[in-house]
C-alpha cells in the first residue's frame, strides 16, 4: 500500500516568517494530495489540496507544490501568524482511502 | 451548514467492555470513513462506507472491531472487548460522492480511554 513520510516533526518559525513542510509518497497511483490543520482537540480541517495533474496551488498565504516524478509534495505558508500554529498532516490517496503522514506541530512564536 | 458529528466525544471503558461510536455525516454525503488516530500520529484507515454498503474493511485491526451504516447516512463503529491498546481518537469522514480523490471532511472525534 501507499507510504507517505513527512518532515519536519516540528517546526518553530517567527511571526512573519515562511513554514515549509515536505512529504513523500511511494504509490505512483496517488492522484489527490490533501493537507490538513489540526488543532488539539479538534478533527482535521482541509486547508488545501492538490491533484496530479497541477504543479502548483495557491491560497492566499498558503501554497501546495507537487513533483510527481520525485513523488513528493510540499505545504508552504507564508507570513505565518499565531494562528497558523497546529498541526498540520499531509496524505496521499490512490483510490479512496486517504494515507496520512505523521504530522508537523508547527509553532508560530509571537 | 452543518459538518460531520460525532457521538459521544469521550468516552471511557474499562477494558473487556464493548464500546460504540457514533458518526453522523454531512447531509446528502455518500461515502464515510472511519479512522484511527493514535496520539501523536496520523489517523490510520479503518473502513468505507459507499452509501450502506461496505466497501473496504482492510484497516479494522481485529475481529472485535466492526462498523455499520445500515440506511446509507448516520454510521455506527463498534469495538467489542476493548483492550488497552484500543485507546486512540476515532475519526469520521465523509465525502459528497463515490468517486476517488474527493475532498473528506472530518468530525471532531471521540476519545476513547481504555482503562
Known amino acids: 500500500g501507499e507510504n507517505v513520510e513527512q518532515h519536519p516533526s516540528t517546526l518553530s518559525v517567527q511571526e512573519g516568517d515562511s513554514a515549509v513542510i515536505k512529504c513523500t509518497y511511494s504509490d505512483s497511483a496517488s492522484n489527490y494530495f490533501p493537507w490538513y490543520k489540526q488543532e488539539l482537540g479538534k478533527g482535521p480541517q482541509l486547508i488545501i489540496d492538490i491533484r496530479s495533474n497541477v504543479g502548483e496551488k495557491k491560497d492566499q498565504r498558503i501554497a501546495v507544490t507537487l513533483n510527481k516524478t520525485a513523488k513528493h509534495f510540499s505545504l508552504h505558508i507564508t507570513e505565518t501568524q499565531p494562528e497558523d500554529s497546529a498541526v498540520y498532516f499531509c496524505?496521499?490517496?490512490?483510490?479512496?482511502?486517504?494515507?496520512f503522514g505523521t504530522g508537523t506541530s508547527l509553532t508560530v512564536i509571537p | 451548514g452543518a459538518g460531520v458529528s460525532q457521538s459521544p466525544r469521550y468516552k471511557v471503558a474499562k477494558r473487556g467492555q464493548d464500546v460504540a461510536l457514533r458518526c453522523d455525516p454531512i447531509?446528502?454525503?455518500?461515502?464515510l470513513f472511519w479512522y484511527q488516530q493514535a496520539l501523536g500520529q496520523g489517523p490510520e484507515f479503518l473502513t468505507y462506507?459507499?452509501?450502506?454498503?461496505?466497501?473496504?474493511k482492510s484497516g479494522l485491526p481485529s475481529d472485535r472491531f466492526f462498523a455499520e451504516r445500515p440506511e446509507g447516512s448516520v454510521s455506527t463503529l463498534k469495538i467489542q472487548r476493548t483492550q488497552q491498546e484500543d485507546s486512540a481518537v476515532y475519526l469520521c469522514?465523509?465525502?459528497?460522492?463515490?468517486?476517488?480523490?474527493?475532498?473528506?471532511?472530518f468530525g471532531p472525534g471521540t476519545r476513547l480511554l481504555v482503562l
Open positions: 447531509s446528502g454525503h455518500v461515502s
Open positions: 462506507f459507499q452509501n450502506e454498503a461496505q466497501l473496504d
Open positions: 469522514a465523509s465525502s459528497l460522492s463515490s468517486s476517488g480523490g474527493e475532498t473528506q471532511y
Open positions: 496524505a496521499a490517496s490512490p483510490g479512496d482511502q486517504f494515507y
